[in-house]
T-cell receptor, first 114, second 110 residues
Framework: AQSVTQLDSQVPVFEEAPVELRCNYSSSVSVYLFWYVQYPNQGLQLLLKYLSGSTLVESINGFEAEFNKSQTSFHLRKPSVHISDTAEYFCAVSGTGGSYIPTFGRGTSLIVHP | NAGVTQTPKFRVLKTGQSMTLLCAQDMNHEYMYWYRQDPGMGLRLIHYSVGEGTTAKGEVPDGYNVSRLKKQNFLLGLESAAPSQTSVYFC?????????FGDGTRLSIL
């Protein structure tokens, strides 16, 4: 069994400021980790994922996340946010074998103010 | 390339009515999923399928049924709708570890 805790339900930030969205997970097996983004009235889109190898993974739009096995965390960061980053962000975890059925966190609403 | 398509996009039902939500994917994915999304609850898995002709229960299956007669389609049925089933429903498909989502169906039960 696995679980995901997103520690903040809402994160307000000003444009061009840095941001960190926190995610902790619990699992008895090896994991894959994901961040998805959901813009208003849309489905979720994969932002980035950790499967193996380098613990630091990056997205094409400037987000990055670091897998920390000892702290069971996968926090999402961006050094300078834009208004267009306003969205709901979901962290998810799955096992590495078998069916890959993911477990999602409850989401963090990132609100970027001008 | 349409990806994952959900129909309808919106629906209002009366308590006790039945309906079917359709999900279609054109990526030849084996796995398909139905989730519901409620405020503050994240995504909760209703049912999923690991291939044509197979289905399995997720976290919140009660009150729903599913069928996967064709690989590209995954149907979610509500036999007797209840107000507690008012939600946004998302379908997803996957081949490996990452999921591809539709844009959702907003369902209101009065």
């Amino acid at each position: 069994a696995q679980s995901v805790t997103q520690l903040d339900s809402q994160v307000p930030v000003f444009e061009e400021a840095p941001v960190e969205l926190r995610c902790n997970y619990s699992s008895s097996v090896s994991v894959y980790l994901f961040w998805y983004v959901q813009y208003p009235n849309q489905g979720l889109q994969l932002l980035l994922k950790y499967l193996s190898g380098s613990t630091l993974v990056e997205s094409i739009n400037g987000f990055e996340a670091e897998f920390n096995k000892s702290q069971t965390s996968f926090h999402l960061r961006k050094p300078s946010v834009h208004i267009s980053d306003t969205a709901e962000y979901f962290c998810a975890v799955s096992g590495t074998g078998g069916s890959y059925i993911p477990t999602f966190g409850r989401g963090t609403s990132l609100i970027v103010h001008p | 390339n349409a990806g994952v398509t959900q129909t309808p996009k919106f629906r209002v039902l009366k308590t006790g009515q039945s309906m079917t939500l359709l999900c279609a994917q054109d990526m030849n994915h084996e796995y398909m999923y139905w989730y519901r999304q409620d405020p503050g609850m994240g995504l909760r898995l209703i049912h999923y399928s690991v291939g044509e002709g197979t289905t399995a229960k997720g976290e919140v299956p009660d009150g729903y049924n599913v069928s996967r007669l064709k690989k590209q389609n995954f149907l979610l049925g509500l036999e007797s709708a209840a107000p507690s089933q008012t939600s946004v429903y998302f379908c997803a498909s996957s081949y490996g570890s990452s999921q591809h989502f539709g844009d959702g169906t907003r369902l209101s039960i009065l």
